[in-house]
């Protein structure tokens, strides 16, 4: 993805598929609401499956231009998402084989799961020890759940650090120990995964390292 606006364009973003992509799974339908840029994509990317949502482009917090997912539409198929309508603040989306339609849910449900994938933390030649990892979130309600996951280096899949269902619960903090018993790895690059589920809501995360001297390979 590049803007351009005279002189060499700048590029926002590339995303990378990791398996072949068919035409069909690109919508060309295309929404501009609020100054941001709006179009359905089907694309396996950064480790994961096929992965098919309205993606967004437009400015952040601080003003700079970014690309990311919207909307993930957890029920499509193989086939992807055929097209899609926004009205105010709801997303009807046409998606799968036989053309099935779904759209957001105003109702108290809950039945997706949201995900938040950070950006790749302290890239360098230089190795680090991950020392504890921390998330908050509203007071947990009955069928909340967060899990949080990371992946490192060249790593395409991620590993699971914790998981929280505890009612009324506003954090959870993990010490140098995956939820299998692992000890936390040493790293160079590391990216964390938050995943919520049951209506649980993420205010924020955080991690504690510390650089392992003479290490640099």
């Known amino acids: 993805m ?3 606006s ?31 840029m709006y179009w359905a994509m089907s694309v396996p990317f950064n480790g994961l499956a096929l992965t098919s949502g309205i993606w967004v482009l437009g400015k952040n917090t601080n003003g700079n231009y970014a690309v990311t997912i919207d909307h993930i539409e957890e029920a499509a198929s193989a086939n992807g998402i055929q097209g899609f309508a926004l009205f105010g603040n709801y997303v009807w989306i046409i998606h ?8 957001t849910d105003d109702q108290v449900a809950f039945t997706e799961t949201s995900i938040y994938e950070s950006q790749k933390f302290l890239t360098s030649k230089d190795k680090k020890k991950l020392n504890g990892v921390w998330v908050t979130f509203e007071p947990l309600p009955t069928a909340g759940t967060v899990v949080l996951k990371y992946r490192k280096d060249e790593e395409t899949s991620y590993t699971q650090i914790f998981t929280d ?15 299998s018993g692992v000890a936390f790895p040493n790293f160079k690059e590391i990216q964390f995964q938050i995943s919520s589920t049951g209506g649980a809501v993420i205010t924020g995360f955080g991690f504690d390292y510390e650089k392992i001297a003479g290490i640099t390979k």
Do not use: M, R
């Not at 799968?96 to 759209?103: F, Q, R």
């Not at 269902?165 to 939820?179: F, L, R, Y």
């Open 6 to 36: 005279g002189g060499t364009p700048q590029l926002i973003k590339k995303i990378i598929a990791t398996a072949t992509i068919t035409a069909g799974l690109f919508s060309k339908t295309v929404y501009v609401k609020d100054g941001k």
């Open 96 to 103: 799968s084989a036989d053309g099935s339609i779904t759209k």
């Open 165 to 179: 269902g505890t009612d009324s619960a506003v954090a959870h903090e993990s010490v140098n120990i995956e939820s």
């Open 2 to 4: 590049k803007v351009w």
